[in-house]
């Protein structure tokens, strides 16, 4: 049985975060001033905390939260990393690092093992217990993501994903590692 459906009614019973807001008031569009309509940073802050709100939502039926979920996904594609290169990458504390790794690992979603070369150092590991729930949790998340984007048609949601990979590139180019 997944380990989301056996969590689901705690989860429900306990918010995953003291950081969790009300949702985004949908018919509030119609009585905002222009001027917050016409405001860029205005809207984006508020549709993060929507987007943010509904995926912690969605990762709360594990009993993870958005920097967990990073972690897994950076494993997919890398393979494996040290704890020291996850937490450069993902710009986590390395404190925090190793909090959110010690749960993933209770969980058996990774495996940290002493790196061959430097017996300091650690190599983490997605298992594949690890990858099966990163499977689930993407299908839970793509649901949410159809709902959220569901006013934009297929061409709008492409475009506006490249603005935004545009966009992050552009600001974070200056701080590569």
């Keep these: 049985m997944m380990r989301a459906k056996r969590n689901a009614s705690k989860a429900h019973a306990h918010p995953a975060?003291?950081?969790?807001?009300?949702?985004?008031?949908?018919g509030i569009a119609r009585v905002l001033p222009e001027r917050l309509l016409t405001d860029q940073a205005?809207?984006?802050?508020r549709l993060g905390r929507e987007?943010?709100?509904q995926f912690t939502q969605v990762l709360s039926a594990w009993e993870l939260h958005p920097s967990h979920y990073g972690i897994l996904l950076l494993l997919e594609a890398i393979g494996q990393a040290s704890q020291q290169?996850?937490?450069?990458?993902l710009t986590i504390d390395r404190a925090n690092m190793v909090t959110l790794l010690d749960t993933l690992e209770e969980r058996g979603f990774i495996e940290r093992q002493a790196d061959p070369r430097d017996r300091r150092r650690h190599v983490v590991k997605l298992t594949a217990s690890g990858q099966e729930e990163?499977?689930?949790i993407r299908q839970?998340?793509?649901?949410?993501?159809?709902?959220?984007?569901?006013?934009?048609?297929n061409e709008e949601q492409g475009t506006l994903h490249r603005l935004l990979v545009?966009?992050?590139?552009s600001l974070t180019e200056d701080h590569e590692m």
């Design 134 to 136: 990163l499977q689930q």
């Design 166 to 169: 545009k966009l992050f590139n």
């Design 17 to 26: 975060s003291s950081q969790e807001q009300e949702p985004l008031n949908t």
């Design 85 to 89: 290169h996850l937490a450069r990458t």
């Design 42 to 45: 205005y809207l984006l802050g």
């Design 51 to 53: 987007a943010r709100r």
């Design 140 to 153: 839970a998340r793509a649901k949410t993501d159809e709902a959220f984007f569901a006013g934009l048609d």
